[in-house]
Every structure is written in structure tokens, then in C-alpha cells.
């Protein structure tokens, strides 16, 4: 099979949200915390009514009506998340009820978990499958879906929620690169979550930002590396029109992309100018953990980037700032956003995607945006997930002060208050 990658994307996410603006008067956090500190606009969260299995369920079924897919025609269904739902039965089979209806059981695939890698996983299962002697001929399809809710605290207004769904084949619009992966994997306690009773994780909040920069890094070096070794020469950003991060809040997408300029001045990279290098300059003898720390490495790398950023990151981000982390479906929510902002100008440009899951593991991989025909196209993907308008018809929850005092119970408890005594959906 030739070009394998995703011929289909369908998005969902809750109709619940809260501006962050709200959760910083609400949480009594200083003003512009989450909205300029963290980079975020709003939060989706699951009501009492939803969740990742629903969210799944939901996203499948549209993904199969809109682009008219049948059901018989799937023969692999992967399903990434670390919202844990039951210990042994996986998700992927709470979804075989939409194909079992249609006498399709004959379905390889179950869950792939860590943390928000698990879709990447999922992915990257699907795509090889597709490429592989055991390929059957059929589609495989990916299901992200997670509701990302933290304890009170500092971490909280980084939730989220959604279920992404995509339909894997050949001759695809969004076609992989297969060689030119770079992974970095290793032991660490950054966020996990030991206890099965909640649905909290444990984190170490700056820990995993570390983590996360320090993959970010490795990843590329090791990208970086693979494409010289198989493309014959340096790979710099400028080899590449957009870059898509895992976004648990934006912040933290602007910070990698910037140590990727970083990385590229390091590398005596053609890509970075000659104020660049003044500016990244007193920073290049640096030992790697001491970069980390440097917080006048960190804005200069940032202002540096600032440019690069605003037009090979920025379109990437819309539905990341506006739903939040929704953990395995991040990354891909990103790109989605990217599908939704640029569909008519994708083709023929390479695509970086970085995926990041506590833990940890992480890779950073290469996608080729090509013409396709109907219904595969980008710009048939780009109506069919239909991001404006599902984003408008989301319905804002109110939060009162007095909510306060329930902030030590569970977060059900908690949404379930707001939903049913002082909420109220803004008319
Ligand atoms: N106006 C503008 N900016 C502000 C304001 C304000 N009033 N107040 C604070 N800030 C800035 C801070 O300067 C900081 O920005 P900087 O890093 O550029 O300096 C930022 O807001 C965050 O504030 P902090 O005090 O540094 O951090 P906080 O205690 O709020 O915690 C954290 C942030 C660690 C991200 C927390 O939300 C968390 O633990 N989240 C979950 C873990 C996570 O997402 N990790 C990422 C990778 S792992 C994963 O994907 C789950």
C-alpha cells in the first residue's frame, strides 16, 4: 500500500465549557493567570451525562455516517486513552456495537495506555497494520478519547475533554512518513495515576514540564538524525511548514517550539539569522540541565521564535486553547485545528507532530499533506469536523463564587453542583 495515513477526521467534544477568565475569578487566581500565564481561552468538560465512552461511541458514529463509510469495510479499530472505565474490558470493545449491528465482528485491535501517548500508540499500530503483510484490505480506525479532570489546585484549569475518531488507508490525503520517527522513552514519575479509585492523577507539575521540554529535544535529535541518515542531509525547521505539539495549555507549546529554535542555533543550523545567534549566543555553553532552569534562555528563545512561531504553530492551536488538554486527543485536536484553519493551501507541505505521554514516552513524527479525491479530500475533512461551528454551539457554565465551598468534593460532585443549583447556560 502506497501513502498510508488518515483519509478521515471527525472531532467531538463536550457542549459544556467554562471560560478561563471565570475559573480565575472563581479559583481566586490573579487575573490573566490561565488566559496569558497558562494560554488558555476555555475548558469542555464532561457533565454527568457524558463520557469517554459516550464521547467515543458519538465520534465513530459520525465518522462513519458523514463520510459514508461502511461499517463491513473496517477490520481494525485501535482506541488510545488513559480515562480508565474497567481494568480488563477495553473501549474498543464498548465501540464494537456499532459494528456488531452490521455483522462485522471480524476486528483486530484493542486499547494502547500511557498517559496521553496511548492515541500516537493507537495510530501508529493502525498505519503499520495498513503497511504490513497482514493487511487485509480494509480500513483501520483510531479513536482518541480521554476527559482530563485534576484535584484542586494549580493544575485543574488544565483539564479537558474530547474524542477524535480517524479513518487509516492507503492513497490518503495525510499520508506518513514512516522512516522519519523519533522517539524518546524512559522511567520517570511525572503524572500517573496509582490510585484506581480516582479519577485524579497524581502530578508533578514541574517535573512534566521538564519532561515534556527534555523529550522534546531528544525527539527532535533523534529525528533530526533518522531524516539526515535517510534523506542525506540536515534537517533544519525550515524543512517543514507547521509544527503540532501535544498541548496540555499553550504555554508549553510555545516554550518547545521555542527550544526547538533553540536546538536549531545548536546545531549551526542554515535555518537560524543573524540576530538569532546573537541573541541565543551567551546561552550556547549551557549544559542541558542547566538549560532547562534558565529562565533568560527561556524568553529569549521565545522572543526569538516569536515570528516562526506565529506562522508554523499558531494555526495549529485554536481548539487546544479553546476545549483544553484532552490528553490522547490533544496532539490531534491540534492538527485538527490546522486542517480547519489551512485545508486549501496543505498540499504538498510537510507536517511535524510531536507526541508526549507522562511516564513517560514520546516521539515526533513526519506527515505529507497531498490532494486527494472526495470524500477524502482536506477540504471535504475540514467541513465534515465542522470546528466553528461546533464551537459556537457550545453553552457556556457559569460559576459562582459560593461554588467555592465544594471544592473539596469530587470533581462529579462538584460539575454536578454547578450543573444542577447554580449553573446556568449563558442565553
Ligand atoms: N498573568 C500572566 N501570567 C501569569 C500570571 C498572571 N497573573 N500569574 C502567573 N502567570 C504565569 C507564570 O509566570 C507562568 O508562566 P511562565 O512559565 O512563562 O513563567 C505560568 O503563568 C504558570 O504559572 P506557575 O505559577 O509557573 O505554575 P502553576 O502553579 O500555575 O502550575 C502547571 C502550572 C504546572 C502547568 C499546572 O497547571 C499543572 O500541574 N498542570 C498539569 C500538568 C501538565 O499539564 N504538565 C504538562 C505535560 S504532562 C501532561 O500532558 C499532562
Same mark, same amino acid.
Given at each position: 500500500?502506497?501513502?498510508?495515513?488518515?483519509?478521515?477526521?471527525?472531532?467531538?467534544? &463536550?457542549? #459544556?465549557?467554562?471560560?478561563?477568565?471565570?475559573?480565575?475569578?472563581?479559583?481566586? *487566581?490573579? =487575573?490573566?493567570?490561565? /488566559?496569558?500565564?497558562?494560554?488558555?481561552?476555555?475548558?469542555?468538560?464532561?457533565?454527568?451525562?457524558?463520557?469517554?465512552?459516550?464521547?467515543?461511541? /458519538?465520534?465513530? /458514529?459520525?465518522?462513519? +455516517?458523514?463520510? +459514508?463509510?461502511?461499517?463491513?469495510?473496517?477490520?481494525?479499530?485501535?482506541?488510545?486513552?488513559?480515562?480508565?472505565?474497567?481494568?480488563?474490558?477495553?473501549?474498543? @470493545?464498548?465501540?464494537?456495537?456499532?459494528?456488531? =449491528?452490521?455483522?462485522?465482528?471480524?476486528?483486530?485491535?484493542?486499547?494502547?495506555?500511557?498517559?496521553?501517548?496511548?492515541?500516537?500508540?493507537?495510530?501508529?499500530?493502525?498505519?503499520?497494520?495498513?503497511?504490513?503483510?497482514?493487511?487485509?484490505?480494509?480500513?483501520?480506525?483510531?479513536?482518541? @478519547?480521554?476527559?482530563?479532570?485534576?484535584?484542586?489546585?494549580?493544575?485543574?484549569?488544565?483539564?479537558?475533554?474530547?474524542?477524535?475518531?480517524?479513518?487509516?488507508?492507503?492513497?490518503? &490525503?495525510?499520508?506518513?512518513?514512516?522512516?522519519?520517527?523519533?522517539?524518546?522513552?524512559?522511567?520517570?514519575?511525572?503524572?500517573?495515576?496509582?490510585?484506581?479509585?480516582?479519577?485524579?492523577?497524581?502530578?508533578?507539575?514541574?517535573?512534566?514540564?521538564?519532561?515534556?521540554?527534555?523529550?522534546?529535544?531528544?525527539?527532535?535529535?533523534?529525528?533530526?538524525?533518522?531524516?539526515?541518515?535517510?534523506?542525506?542531509?540536515?534537517?533544519?525547521?525550515?524543512?517543514?511548514?507547521?509544527?503540532?505539539?501535544? %498541548?496540555?495549555?499553550?504555554?508549553?507549546?510555545?516554550?518547545?517550539?521555542?527550544?526547538?529554535?533553540?536546538?536549531?542555533?545548536?546545531?549551526?543550523? %542554515?535555518?537560524?539569522? +543573524?540576530?538569532?545567534? +546573537?541573541?541565543?549566543? &551567551?546561552? *550556547?555553553?549551557? %549544559?542541558?540541565?542547566?538549560?532547562?532552569?534558565?529562565?533568560?534562555?527561556?524568553?529569549?528563545?521565545?522572543?526569538?521564535?516569536?515570528?516562526?512561531?506565529?506562522? =508554523?504553530?499558531?494555526? /495549529?492551536?485554536?481548539?487546544?486553547?479553546?476545549?483544553?488538554?484532552?490528553? @490522547?486527543?490533544?496532539?490531534? *485536536?491540534?492538527?485538527?485545528?490546522? !486542517?480547519?484553519?489551512?485545508? %486549501?493551501?496543505?498540499?504538498?507541505?510537510?507536517? !511535524?507532530?510531536?507526541?508526549?505521554?507522562?511516564?513517560?514516552?514520546?516521539?515526533?513524527?513526519?506527515?505529507?499533506?497531498?490532494?486527494?479525491?472526495? &470524500?477524502?479530500?482536506?477540504?471535504?475533512? #475540514?467541513?465534515?469536523?465542522?470546528?466553528?461551528?461546533?464551537?459556537?454551539?457550545?453553552?457556556?457554565?457559569?460559576?459562582?463564587?459560593?461554588?467555592?465551598?465544594?471544592?473539596?468534593?469530587?470533581?462529579?460532585?462538584?460539575?454536578?453542583?454547578?450543573?444542577?443549583?447554580?449553573?446556568?447556560?449563558? @442565553?
Amino acid at each position: 500500500a502506497k501513502n498510508v495515513g488518515i483519509l478521515a477526521i471527525d472531532i467531538y467534544f &463536550p457542549p #459544556a465549557c467554562v471560560q478561563q477568565e471565570a475559573l480565575e475569578t472563581h479559583d481566586g *487566581a490573579s =487575573k490573566g493567570k490561565y /488566559t496569558i500565564g497558562l494560554g488558555q481561552d476555555c475548558m469542555s468538560f464532561c457533565t454527568e451525562v457524558e463520557d469517554v465512552i459516550s464521547m467515543s461511541l /458519538t465520534v465513530v /458514529t459520525s465518522l462513519l +455516517e458523514k463520510y +459514508e463509510i461502511d461499517p463491513k469495510l473496517v477490520g481494525r479499530l485501535e482506541v488510545g486513552s488513559e480515562t480508565v472505565i474497567d481494568k480488563s474490558k477495553s473501549i474498543k @470493545t464498548f465501540l464494537m456495537q456499532i459494528f456488531e =449491528k452490521y455483522g462485522n465482528t471480524d476486528i483486530e485491535g484493542v486499547d494502547s495506555t500511557n498517559a496521553c501517548y496511548g492515541g500516537t500508540a493507537a495510530l501508529f499500530n493502525c498505519v503499520n497494520w495498513v503497511e504490513s503483510n497482514s493487511w487485509d484490505g480494509r480500513y483501520g480506525l483510531v479513536v482518541c @478519547t480521554d476527559s482530563a479532570v485534576y484535584a484542586e489546585g494549580p493544575a485543574r484549569p488544565t483539564g479537558g475533554a474530547a474524542a477524535i475518531a480517524m479513518l487509516i488507508g492507503p492513497d490518503a &490525503p495525510i499520508s506518513f512518513e514512516s522512516k522519519l520517527r523519533g522517539s524518546h522513552m524512559s522511567h520517570v514519575y511525572d503524572f500517573y495515576k496509582p490510585n484506581l479509585a480516582s479519577e485524579y492523577p497524581v502530578v508533578d507539575g514541574k517535573l512534566s514540564q521538564t519532561c515534556y521540554l527534555m523529550a522534546v529535544d531528544s525527539c527532535y535529535k533523534n529525528f533530526c538524525h533518522k531524516y539526515e541518515k535517510f534523506e542525506g542531509k540536515q534537517f533544519s525547521l525550515s524543512d517543514a511548514e507547521y509544527f503540532v505539539f501535544h %498541548s496540555p495549555y499553550n504555554k508549553l507549546v510555545q516554550k518547545s517550539f521555542a527550544r526547538l529554535v533553540f536546538n536549531d542555533f545548536l546545531m549551526n543550523s %542554515s535555518s537560524v539569522d +543573524e540576530v538569532a545567534k +546573537e541573541k541565543l549566543g &551567551p546561552f *550556547a555553553t549551557l %549544559s542541558g540541565d542547566e538549560s532547562y532552569q534558565s529562565r533568560d534562555l527561556e524568553k529569549a528563545s521565545q522572543q526569538v521564535a516569536k515570528p516562526l512561531y506565529d506562522q =508554523k504553530v499558531q494555526p /495549529t492551536t485554536l481548539i487546544p486553547k479553546q476545549v483544553g488538554n484532552m490528553y @490522547t486527543a490533544s496532539l490531534y *485536536a491540534a492538527f485538527a485545528s490546522l !486542517i480547519h484553519n489551512k485545508n %486549501s493551501t496543505l498540499a504538498g507541505k510537510r507536517v !511535524i507532530l510531536f507526541s508526549y505521554g507522562s511516564g513517560l514516552t514520546a516521539t515526533m513524527f513526519s506527515l505529507q499533506l497531498r490532494d486527494s479525491q472526495h &470524500p477524502f479530500s482536506l477540504s471535504n475533512i #475540514a467541513r465534515v469536523m465542522d470546528v466553528d461551528g461546533k464551537l459556537k454551539s457550545r453553552h457556556e457554565v457559569m460559576i459562582y463564587k459560593n461554588l467555592i465551598k465544594y471544592g473539596n468534593v469530587p470533581h462529579v460532585l462538584f460539575w454536578f453542583n454547578i450543573k444542577l443549583n447554580v449553573a446556568m447556560p449563558k @442565553t
